[in-house]
């Protein structure tokens, strides 16, 4: 149900709402890469100026750099008209931090001074490179692009239908056979919605170090350098606009869920229960807000650095939630003189009848900054 909502919400929004959610959901390390696209289009890139804008963006420049060196080679071995190819390496400058293209082809012939006909054959010759999906310029697309490569004739034409606008629930109505159905069902929902990129050009950065000390709490957010050389570009004031508004929201969730679970932030191996749903009733945003402005965003804590997903645990009693199992473990750890393995942990919740796999136990400590190599971390720190 909660999906379905969010899709028909996404329907309903506008090109600057679309914009300002696309901005929420990124990273900081993604934020700060988007930046340095925009710099680097808007100066000497696009505009022939006499002068680029002096920016320390080395890392990510060395990033982008490698990734696109890996789309040129691709894109130069193309056969294609020498016009066409120097445009696919113009469009690379436009691709969002996940790999799609969003910007319109109109868009994208007006800013690069280009007829439209030219920048579609260069969106898709930048579209048969790997990864698959790079250059779509949807969510769908990219769907679409990675169904045709698994040959699937009933999969692509659902792909299609849903590239074209048509809601998921109406194309799988009109599959006739149930068992197609719940297959296309599930095929369609391990699509990736971006290209997989390389790991190499991942990369984490805390949105805030997190720290307690002499009884006070300081937090101290990652913020971009903004300055006015780029500040001013018409090109940077929507992303500054939906930056802000990321800014705001983040760390209005990010307050809650201190208050919430301060305790883990002094340094006690345990976490309170908390949903979603509590923190968009108490910041005012809707779960979905909520749930998209954590993914794949962490904090630095004294326990080590954490997604902020992982300060979400479920309020059931019941002894295999993952709550209650995080919280032993924890306490286990905590207690123990010694260090334990993840098989001695799994043991003993085994002997509180907790059932739970020894990869699961490893995943959990993990998550919560618990392994061995975090402890021996925090001593070298102490």
């Known amino acids: 149900m909660e999906q379905r909502q969010e899709q028909t919400q996404r329907m309903t929004l506008s090109t600057s709402q679309l914009f300002q959610l ?11 890469e988007h930046v340095y696209r925009i710099i680097r289009r808007t100066s000497a890139y696009r505009n022939n100026l006499s002068k680029t804008i002096d920016v320390d963006f080395g890392r990510v420049a060395d990033r982008v750099a490698s990734f696109e060196a890996t789309l040129l080679q691709q894109i130069r071995l193309e056969s294609v008209r020498q016009e066409i190819g120097y445009m696919a390496e113009q469009l690379m400058t436009y691709l969002d931090t996940d790999g799609l293209l969003r910007t319109t082809d109109a868009q994208l012939a007006t800013l690069l001074e280009a007829d439209v006909s030219l920048v579609k054959q260069a969106r898709h010759v930048l579209q048969r490179c790997e990864p698959t999906g790079i250059a779509a310029r949807s969510v769908h697309e990219c769907r679409l692009l990675h169904a045709l490569e698994l040959d699937d004739a009933l999969l692509i034409d659902v792909a299609t239908d849903l590239n074209e606008g048509i809601a998921v629930k109406q194309v799988l109505q009109d599959i006739d056979d149930a068992t197609d159905r719940i297959r296309i069902k599930a095929a369609l929902d391990r699509l990736p919605k971006a290209p997989v990129l390389p790991e190499t050009t991942v990369l984490t950065i805390p949105e805030a170090d997190i720290e307690f000390r002499d009884g006070e709490l300081t937090i101290n957010w990652s913020d971009l350098e903004i300055d006015r050389s780029w500040a001013d570009l018409d090109e940077a004031k929507p992303f500054l606009s939906a930056y802000e508004r990321r800014r705001t929201t983040l760390r209005a969730i990010l307050d809650v869920i201190i208050e919430r679970q301060l305790n883990w932030f002094k340094g006690k191996l345990e976490l309170a229960p908390l ?37 979400f645990v479920s309020r059931t009693t019941t002894g295999t939630s993952s709550f209650l199992v995080k919280v032993r473990i924890a306490q286990l750890l905590e207690a123990s003189p010694v260090p334990m393995s993840d098989q001695q942990l799994v043991d003993c919740l085994a002997r509180e009848q ?29």
């Open 22 to 32: 696309t901005i929420l959901e990124e990273s900081f390390a993604e934020l700060e």
């Open 275 to 311: 949903t979603k749903k509590e923190v968009a009733e108490v910041t005012g945003h809707h779960p979905s807000t909520v749930g998209r402005a954590i993914a794949n965003k962490t904090v630095k804590t004294i326990q080590g650095t954490m997604l902020l997903e992982d300060f």
């Open 354 to 382: 907790i059932t739970v796999a020894r990869r699961t136990v490893a995943k959990y400590r993990a998550a919560l900054g618990l392994t061995q190599a975090d402890f021996e971390r925090r001593e070298e720190n102490s």
